[in-house]
């Protein structure tokens, strides 16, 4: 079963835009969610994370969105830039029991220059 | 550079045969995952090696092994291949808590 569900699977912004990825999860026990960015042919590199007694997280463009009752949470790019083009994937990590970490299934993002 | 080094970065298989993908980290992490990448499927999550000494199934685990044969190496075995198991493979690792995995660049498995 997909723990973590992502959307939309593609997203196309104009430069200058806001791109935003949405997500969901239902289990309880994940207590850390970090958002990965992926360029085509390297592996996924840590972007932003933030834990569920923080509602908004920001590092620059980037910021997360987090709501613990409705178990969602969404990262925005503001003005989304052609270098941003990249695969982003949602997560979701157990901090007991290995420390597993669910991923989403990835949004694939292209901001039009 | 410090990091997670896989390899080899691109292998084709033959149906049945065996191979073992290598993965080695620098950074003296305490954990370490095996994942595979399928297209609109995200990374899912085969083997993974909380501490040294042991090793854990994940959501995936079915025709693998793996060995976490020191802290640093974890290496994940294809004992009889087969086109499903046709994926980039990525290893990962990370000190337990809130800091993320680093990711190395990844394994091209084609299996025909």
């Known amino acids: 079963q997909q723990q973590v569900k992502q959307s939309p699977q593609s997203l196309i912004v104009q430069k200058g835009g806001i791109s935003i990825i949405n997500c969901a999860y239902e289990?309880?026990?994940?207590?850390?969610f970090p958002w990965y960015q992926q360029f085509p042919g390297k592996g996924p590199a840590l972007l932003i994370a933030?834990?569920?007694?923080?509602s908004e997280k920001k590092e620059g463009r980037f910021t997360i969105s987090f709501n613990k009752s409705a178990k969602q949470f969404s990262l925005h790019i503001m003005d989304s830039q052609p270098g941003d083009s990249a695969t982003y994937f949602c997560?979701?990590?157990?901090?007991?029991?290995?420390?597993?970490?669910?991923f989403g299934a990835g949004t694939r993002l292209f901001v039009k220059a | 550079n410090a990091g997670v080094t896989q390899t080899p970065k691109f292998q084709v298989l033959k149906t049945g045969q065996s191979m073992t993908l290598q993965c080695a980290q620098d950074?003296?992490?305490?954990?370490m995952y095996w994942y595979r990448q399928d297209p609109g499927m995200g990374l899912r999550l085969i083997y993974y090696?909380?501490?040294?000494?042991?090793?854990d199934k994940g959501e995936v685990p079915n025709g693998y092994n793996v060995s976490r044969l020191n802290k640093r190496e974890f290496s994940l075995r294809l004992e009889s291949a087969a086109p499903s198991q046709t994926s980039v493979y990525f290893c990962?690792?990370?000190?337990?808590?809130?800091?993320?995995?680093?990711f190395g660049s990844g394994t091209r498995l084609t299996v025909v």
């Open positions: 997560a979701a990590r157990e901090l007991t029991g290995g420390f597993k970490t669910i």
């Open positions: 289990n309880t026990a994940f207590d850390y």
């Open positions: 933030i834990r569920p007694d923080v």
């Open positions: 950074m003296n992490h305490n954990s």
């Open positions: 090696s909380a501490s040294e000494g042991t090793t």
């Open positions: 990962a690792s990370d000190h337990r808590g809130f800091h993320g995995y680093t």
